[in-house]
Nanobody, 124 residues
């Protein structure tokens, strides 16, 4: 079992930055791929970024590549999403997810555990 709690969301102007954090509890964090997904009102949940259990590989959606950076600190059981050059279209609820023994998929159904989400709003 893994419990996930996101934090760091808020309101920011276009061009600004935010860093999201996802604190995990549970023994399997260190062997779980982690990812960030997001969901805007009226839209489906979409993949943003993923990282393998070791942190050696990262994956990004084309829409965030070059602007967002995913990282993890296994000693602190925490995964981060650094978001720079934010755009109004990045406005969404951001969810942290864990895939036990996974490789960093972009498919939501591959993830076993989800956080409650944190709201990110980017004003123009």
């Amino acid at each position: 079992q893994v419990q996930l709690v996101e934090s760091g969301g808020g309101l920011v102007q276009a061009g600004g930055s935010l860093r999201l954090s996802c604190a995990a509890s549970g023994r399997t964090f260190g062997v779980s791929a982690m990812a960030w997904f997001r969901q805007a009102p009226g839209k489906e949940r979409e993949f943003a970024a993923a990282i393998t259990w070791s942190g050696a590989r990262t994956y990004y959606a084309d829409s965030v590549k070059g602007r967002f950076t995913i990282s993890r600190d296994n000693a602190k059981n925490t995964v981060y999403l650094q978001m720079n050059s934010l755009k109004p279209e990045d406005t969404a609820v951001y969810y942290c997810a864990a895939d036990h023994l996974g490789g960093g998929s972009s498919v939501p159904s591959n993830y076993d555990y989800w956080g409650q989400g944190t709201q990110v709003t980017v004003s123009s």
